[in-house]
């Protein structure tokens, strides 16, 4: 199992960088993305997804984007992965909006969210 899950991060960490705009249009503008597994999470939906897909080697996958967050300290974060761009970071909150007030575990993101997104997402959603 370790051997076909590093074959996949190797994998991805050889793909071209997603160009990702800084800020998308509005999440609830854009596209719905469903599972059929009751919201059981209530607002802490973004932190229970986000657990789930940082072990997940899409999370990772380098993106080109100009812009970062800060931490505590006033440190840099920089937003390079797909995983930073969806769930954000310290100053930076993302570009998903994980609805915590619905029945189902639902989440928004925007129009221009790159298929890679999306399905990361429903692969965190899976594993829940």
């Known amino acids: 199992m370790k051997e076909i899950i590093k074959e996949i991060e190797e994998k991805i960490e050889k793909q071209k960088p997603l160009d990702l705009p ?4 509005p999440p609830r ?7 059929p597994i009751k919201n059981r999470w209530g607002f802490s939906l973004k932190v229970a997804m986000r657990q ?3 072990s997940l080697p899409e999370y990772k996958r380098v993106i080109i984007h100009k ?9 840099e974060i920089p ?4 995983g930073r761009w969806i769930w954000g970071v310290p100053g930076y909150m993302g570009n998903a909006v994980f609805d915590g007030g619905a029945e189902m575990v639902t ?4 129009r221009e969210a790159p298929p890679e997104a999306i399905a990361l997402i429903k692969k965190a959603m899976e594993r829940l």
């Not at 503008?29 to 599972?35: S, T, V, Y």
């Not at 937003?79 to 797909?82: G, K, R, V």
């Open 52 to 54: 789930v897909a940082k």
């Open 79 to 82: 937003i390079n992965t797909l």
């Open 22 to 25: 800084v800020r998308g249009s």
């Open 29 to 35: 503008m854009g596209i719905k993305i469903q599972a």
């Open 67 to 75: 812009v970062s967050g800060r931490d505590d300290n006033g440190n």
């Open 107 to 110: 989440v928004w993101v925007p």
